[in-house]
Structures are given as C-alpha cells and as structure tokens.
C-alpha cells in the first residue's frame, strides 16, 4: 500500500469545456507527439497500420449523441487521469510505483518501481492507467511535469500540451485548489462536474456541460428561395437523376 499526502501545496488538474469541443483531436495527438519525447517517454506504438494496434495513449476523445427536447446534439468527451485527490490507483499500489506530489497534487508513476502488477489500472474507474506492453510498465498522463515547469518555455507555453494545441480552447490549466484561480472561477460561473464523485475518489478535473440550447430559433429576414425550375434536356436529366 501506497500512502498520500495529509494536504498538497496545489491542486493543479485541467477543466474542459463540453460546450467548444469539437473533437478534432488536436489534444490527443499534441500529447502523444509531446510526451513520447517527454516524461513517460516512449509512448510505445505496436502495428499502427496492422491488424493488432496497440499502444499507449494518454487521452482520448469520445463523441456521443445526446437527445434533448429540441432534437439531438453531439458532445465529445475528452478522458484522461483525472489526478484525483484520493486516488485508489496510488493507495493500491505494493511497491510506491505510483504516487501523488504534495507539492502540486499531480499523480505521477515512477517507472523504476512499476512492476506492472496493473492493481492500479484495475482500481482506476476512469481509464486512465495504460499499460505499455513493450516495457512492461504502466504509465498516464503526467499534465505534462516537463513542461509546465519548465523555463526555457515563455510562460503562456508552460501548459500541457493539450491545452496549448486545443483550437478552441475548451481546455484549461490552472491550480484548481485557490478559488481566486482563474480556472475555479470558471468552474464557479459555469458549474463546472466532477466526473462520477459519488464514488469517493474527489477527482481534481472538472467538466463544464454544454450550455441550453435557445428554444427559438433564429429570426430569418431574408426571403424564402423560389423553387428551382426543372431543367429540360439532357440536363434535366442528370439533374434528376443526380436528385433521386
């Protein structure tokens, strides 16, 4: 068994807007491209154009049709560790292989210890632990350690790479446990969700929903378009036949 700490300095985690994603993956590949360099490193990839693919991914991104009163709507949904503060992942682990920084509440592994029991994986309801089965150890999302604290980096750069390549910045950094935070604030005005936290676990991360949709629907004040009329000939034709 793994211990955590009584208190951390922070709490630094990711809100990510379900209302501006558009699942265009940006995230997913800027992590795997930044971190297969990076802290973890390497992100292993076994077979990518085969027929057994595997390897290790960090965040994904999964897209859902949600029905409401108005119709439907798509909602990505980008899932990644969510640096929680009682994380079952680091409690369950028998070498210390995984832990939790008191200094800014990141769940990181230390490789050197990971005898890739996969307890951890097991424990986590989110996901998030990949097993890297070309070395044999496990490995997660680190909010990029090596970056954001890195000052050879201009400051609007040390954030994880997810965040610095989303093109709509549904992503978000920020120390989650000072209210002043811009990020809380925005987790306050938005009513920013912890994912599933009736099982105790206190994920860091935080989800904002898609806001409401209007009920009415835009005023349109340009006139409605004549009917195209039927075009003779061979023209007419293909024109039908291209409508059928």
Not at 33 to 54: F, K, R, S
Not at 99 to 116: F, M, N, P, Q
Not at 157 to 166: L, S
Request: glycine share 10%; with cysteine; net charge neutral.
């Amino acid at each position: 068994m793994t211990c955590l700490p009584a208190r951390t300095e922070k709490k630094l985690g990711l809100v990510i807007d379900l209302d501006t994603c558009v699942g265009c993956q940006a995230c997913v590949t800027a992590c795997k491209e930044w971190n297969t360099g990076g802290h973890m490193a390497p992100l292993t990839d076994i077979d990518p154009y085969g027929g057994h693919v595997d390897g290790v991914w960090f965040n994904r991104v999964h897209t859902y049709e949600h029905m409401t009163e108005l119709g439907g709507r798509t909602v990505n949904f980008p899932r990644s560790c969510l640096h929680c503060e009682q994380p079952a992942c680091v409690t369950v682990c028998p070498t210390g292989a995984s832990y939790k920084r008191a200094s800014d509440g990141i769940v990181l592994v230390d490789e050197d210890k990971c005898i890739g029991c996969k307890l951890c994986s097991w424990a986590c309801p989110y996901g998030a632990r990949k097993f890297d089965t070309d070395v044999g150890v496990m490995k997660k999302c680190t909010l990029c350690v090596d970056r954001i604290y890195n000052d050879n980096l201009a400051a609007e750069d040390r954030v994880p790479a997810c965040v610095a390549a989303c093109p709509t910045s549904a992503r978000h950094f920020g120390d989650l446990g000072d209210p002043a935070s811009a990020i809380s604030q925005l987790v306050e005005e938005r009513g920013g969700v912890a994912l599933m936290p009736e099982l105790g676990y206190k994920p860091t991360n935080r989800y904002l929903p898609p806001r409401a949709r209007s009920q009415r629907a835009a005023k349109m004040d340009a006139p409605a378009l004549e009917p195209i009329r039927a075009e003779g000939g061979f023209l007419g034709w293909i024109d039908r036949m291209l409508s059928n």
